[in-house]
Structure formats: C-alpha cells, structure tokens
Nanobody, 125 residues
Framework: QVQLVESGGGLVQAGGSLRLSCAASGLTFSRLHMGWFRQAPGQEREFVASISRSGGNTYYGDSVKGRFTISVDSAKNMVYLQMNNLKPEDTAVYYC??????????????????WGKGTLVTVSS
C-alpha cells in the first residue's frame, strides 16, 4: 500500500519560510520521481517542483523558481520542499506526488500515479 503523507504546512507572513515534508512508504523510493503540486481554491492543480529518481535533475514551476527548493533523503524515504520568500499567491494546498513510469518527471498532474492528501499553506500579506 503506497502512502504519501505531507506535513509542515501552516500560516506564515509574506516573506517568511516554510519547509514541507513528505513521508513515503509502501514503494521502492529509488525507482520513483518525486514531485510537489499545489491547488488554490477554484484553481487547477499546479506543478511546483519535481526531482528525478536519480536525484540528479530538479525542475520548478516558473512562479516558484529561485524561491523553492526540492530535495530528497533516500535513506529516510522523505521528500522536502523548502519555501522561501513566500507570497500571498503561494497560498494553496500542497500535494506530494510520486511516479516511476517516465524516463524523467512530467509537469502535468495526470502523469503522476501516487498522491498524498495535502497540507495547507496560508501566506498572509
């Protein structure tokens, strides 16, 4: 049974930082690309960041590039999203995702097989 469990969300002021964590279980971590998506109320799920199963390639959405960093700890089956200089428009539910079908991670949500239930990030102005 694959499980992805996010944590670390909360309320933060604009300009602040948060680190999201995703604990993965029930899967062979080294075979999977890992990613973060977010979804604000009334909006589609948006690609935030991904990291290839080798850990050698990272990808970011244009709106978070230079502010967010994705990383993994393979020994602990953990994925992290360090978010700096947060803006009110970053407010959303953030989801952890995993998939191993492609040679490299894809940006579309449809290309990800496993999902967590999400953690809410609220950035106040």
């Amino acid at each position: 049974q694959v499980q992805l469990v996010e944590s670390g969300g909360g309320l933060v002021q604009a300009g602040g930082s948060l680190r999201l964590s995703c604990a993965a279980s029930g899967l062979t971590f080294s075979r999977l690309h890992m990613g973060w998506f977010r979804q604000a109320p009334g909006q589609e799920r948006e690609f935030v960041a991904s990291i290839s199963r080798s850990g050698g390639n990272t990808y970011y959405g244009d709106s978070v590039k230079g502010r967010f960093t994705i990383s993994v700890d393979s020994a602990k089956n953990m994925v992290y999203l360090q978010m700096n200089n947060l803006k009110p428009e970053d407010t959303a539910v953030y989801y952890c995702a995993a998939d191993g079908r492609w040679a490299l991670p894809v940006r579309g949500p449809g290309g990800w097989n496993y999902w967590g239930k999400g953690t809410l990030v609220t950035v106040s102005s």
